[in-house]
């Protein structure tokens, strides 16, 4: 199972910093990653984290604004969100992986959280 935490509401340029917590059997030494669904869009992927935490992959709209890290041994993935404008409103899902590195796809994940709401004011 997957828990994400930490959205809220913020001001535009503010920033906020979501957990996903992944139990051992979820977490299986795969990449991680963090996907978003804005109102009346299509879930879109975000950010991605190899297993070890040496490869990283961002959608170009977050690009120099979002960071994704994880901490192996708490089994939780890490997403920093600076810079937010209106258009990072959204429920933000984390996922694992099917393999140590995964892409941008929702095929490349085997297992999703609950989601955690964003909401940017302007």
């Known amino acids: 199972q997957l828990q994400a935490s930490g959205g809220g509401v913020v001001q535009a340029g503010g920033s906020l910093r979501l957990s996903c917590a992944a139990s051992?059997?979820?977490?299986?030494?795969?990449?991680m990653g963090w996907f978003r669904r804005a109102p009346g869009k299509v879930r879109e992927f975000v950010a991605s984290?190899?297993?070890?935490?040496?490869?990283?992959l961002y959608a170009d709209s977050v690009k120099g604004r979002f960071s994704i890290s994880r901490d192996n041994a708490k089994s939780t993935v890490y997403l920093q969100m600076n810079s937010l404008t209106p258009e990072d409103t959204a429920v933000y899902y984390c996922?694992?992986?099917?393999?140590?590195?995964?892409?941008?796809?929702?095929?490349?994940?085997?297992?999703w959280g609950q989601g955690t709401q964003v909401t940017v004011s302007s």
């Open positions: 051992r059997r979820t977490n299986s030494n795969n990449a």
């Open positions: 996922a694992v992986g099917r393999r140590p590195y995964s892409g941008s796809e929702e095929y490349d994940y085997a297992y």
């Open positions: 984290i190899s297993w070890r935490g040496g490869n990283t």
